[in-house]
Nanobody, 115 residues
Framework: QVQLVESGGGLVQAGGSLRLSCVAS????????MGWYRQAPGKQRELVAG???????NYAESGKGRFTISRDNAKNTVYLQMNSLKPEDTAVYYC?????????WGKGTLVTVSS
């Protein structure tokens, strides 16, 4: 059974940084794409950043220049480095991974940015 487990969320002041991690299991399962989405209260879930197995990345405009996505294929792990955080970045951040036409989701990790 595929599982995605996020970690690294928390409370940070505006201007601060956080690094989110998502470990996918089983370790032998290979995902074509991995990425991060977020959902703020009262809003729809939106893409933050994605990365292919070959390392091609894409970012939402809101995170360009501040967020960096990376992955370690050997560890089946995807990371999201978030710098210069803003209060509007406050949301539950979800890990997503896709393989063989199926999309998998983690349970989310809360990021709260105080002003």
């Amino acid at each position: 059974q595929v599982q995605l487990v996020e970690s690294g969320g928390g409370l940070v002041q505006a201007g601060g940084s956080l690094r989110l991690s998502c470990v996918a299991s089983p370790s032998t399962f290979r995902f074509n794409t991995m990425g991060w989405y977020r959902q703020a209260p009262g809003k729809q879930r939106e893409l933050v950043a994605g990365i292919t197995s070959g390392g091609i990345t894409n970012y939402a405009e809101s995170g360009k220049g501040r967020f960096t996505i990376s992955r370690d294929n050997a560890k089946n792990t995807v990371y999201l480095q978030m710098n210069s955080l803003k209060p509007e970045d406050t949301a539950v951040y979800y890990c997503n991974a896709g393989a063989y036409g199926t999309s998998y989701w983690g349970k989310g990790t809360l990021v709260t940015v105080s002003s």
